[in-house]
């Protein structure tokens, strides 16, 4: 099974702190993304990555950037927490050769931003 | 237009009753429209996906219904189950490997 893993579940940073969001997958897909979900407005990407330090903006990048290094681990990086990204975000992985729009996505990183 | 509008927000149904969510996209390199399945606590999941040749797509008691001219599709679950309790998004996968989704609608099942 394919298994994307999202390294804090939980997490509270106060206005201004630099925040890092981890992912990993294990399934060697060359795809990767970062959405954000919010109730009432669904899942809205932000960035997305097809290939080891490529990466393309998402329809909401404002305020975030992101690093992918290795081909399993993509970061999304918040230089300086405002308390409207207070939200869910979601990692999710797929391979290059699927265009079925299937998506493998971890359990969500919760943030807050006090 | 990347846009993929889903309703409604929320839907409450009965035990065994049919339920119905319906979108609509105006962008035609969408070549390819997934519905997900999200339960509290998890990330969204496959549930079913239908390519834009095709009418209709079943998959046990999950349909997804597509009318190509109108440029809108909907998801049916016949014989509604309290399991089916979750948040469903109905998605497009566009040429340019993006996956845009709609807004979500939370279903609930009257047991």
């Known amino acids: 099974d394919v298994k994307v893993t999202q390294s804090s579940r939980y997490l509270v940073k106060r206005t201004g702190e630099k925040v890092f969001l981890e992912c990993v997958q294990d399934m060697d897909h060359e795809n990767m993304f970062w959405y954000r979900q919010d109730p009432g407005l669904g899942l809205r990407l932000i960035y997305f990555?097809?290939?080891?330090?490529?990466?393309e903006k998402g329809d909401i990048p404002e305020g975030y950037s992101v690093s992918r290094e290795k081909k399993e681990r993509f970061s999304l990086i918040l230089e300086s927490a405002s308390t409207n990204q207070t939200s869910m975000y979601l990692c999710?992985?797929?391979?290059?050769?699927?265009?079925?729009?299937?998506?493998?996505f971890g359990e969500g990183s919760r943030l807050t931003v006090l | 237009q990347q846009q993929v509008k889903q309703s409604p927000q929320s839907l409450i149904v009965q035990k065994g009753g049919i339920s119905i969510i319906n979108c609509a996209y105006e962008n035609t390199a969408f070549d390819y429209f997934p519905w997900y399945q999200q339960f509290p606590g998890k990330g969204p999941a496959l549930l079913i996906a239908?390519?834009?040749?095709?009418s209709e797509k079943k998959e046990g008691r999950f349909t997804i219904s597509f009318n190509k001219s109108a440029k809108q599709f909907s998801l049916h679950i016949m014989d509604s189950q309290p399991g089916d309790s979750a948040t469903y998004f109905c998605?497009?996968?566009?040429?340019?490997?993006?996956?845009?989704f709609g807004k979500g609608t939370r279903l609930h099942i009257l047991p």
């Open positions: 998605a497009a996968h566009h040429r340019d490997d993006k996956i845009i």
């Open positions: 999710a992985s797929k391979p290059t050769a699927s265009n079925t729009g299937e998506l493998f």
């Open positions: 990555s097809y290939d080891v330090k490529m990466k």
């Open positions: 239908i390519r834009p040749d095709v």
